[in-house]
């Protein structure tokens, strides 16, 4: 089964810079997203991430703040920009693949990227 | 607008004791995933459920959709300390796209 890697694992960053986090699958797959857990909370999909497109956001999740690339079947990032405390989260990356016995598809994530902004 | 709720969020139980956890969806699904979160870990796959009346057990847990009701449940089992963790359900809309419930904390206690 594929290996979901996420870097960093964790960053502490100032109010106002941006951080860019890079999701790597050792496999090809088509579909991958960029998900959200603020503390305590339950997961909110930022967007969709498909190579060869503009990634497709969800309701209250911006271009502008929340840029992503998708420049391979294997590999994605998402920038938090401009930060502010209130993005203080675990930023997720998710893939749909087949995986053995079922070899349905479903969706795995990876390790997560715990973000603290102050 | 898909929401998914689960009841109850918060769930102390003691070893041994059996319970169930109830995920209630608001619109067709095509997929019905569970998940399990340890504090500071990421998601662990547990079961995926496709059909209605579609039931799978691993171990302690066994999980069931009744997409008529538009309810899945997770049941627990004889439950066990190492059971203590955070549990999601997630309904599965177009583009494979996640809506998650609240999520239920649960502790089992000795």
């Known amino acids: 089964s594929a290996v979901i890697s996420q870097k960093p694992s964790r960053d502490i960053c100032q109010r106002g810079t941006s951080l860019t986090i890079q999701c790597q699958v050792d496999s090809q797959v088509t579909m991958m997203f960029w998900y959200r857990q603020q503390p305590g909370q339950s997961l909110t999909l930022i967007a969709t991430a498909n190579q060869g497109s503009e990634a497709t956001y969800e309701s209250g999740f911006v271009i502008d703040k929340f840029p992503i690339s998708r420049p391979n079947l294997t590999f994605s990032t998402l920038t938090v920009s401009n930060m502010s405390p209130e993005d203080s989260s675990i930023y997720l990356c998710?893939?749909?693949?087949?995986?053995?016995?079922?070899?349905?598809?479903?969706?795995?994530f990876g390790p997560g990227t715990r973000l603290t902004v102050t | 607008e898909l929401k998914v709720e689960q009841n109850p969020l918060f769930l102390s139980m003691q070893e041994g004791k059996n319970y169930t956890i109830y995920c209630n969806y608001s619109t067709t699904s095509d997929r019905l995933y569970w998940y399990r979160q340890d504090p500071g870990k990421s998601l662990e796959s547990l079961f995926v459920l496709l059909s209605n009346g579609a039931v799978k057990q691993e171990g302690r847990l066994m999980a069931s959709l009744d997409t008529k009701a538009r309810l899945s449940t997770l049941h627990i089992t004889a439950a066990v300390h190492d059971l203590s963790a955070t549990y999601f359900c997630a309904a599965e809309t177009s583009g494979s796209r996640l809506t998650f419930g609240e999520g239920t904390q649960l502790t089992v206690n000795p």
């Open positions: 998710s893939v749909e693949e087949s995986r053995a016995p079922t070899f349905r598809y479903e969706q795995y």
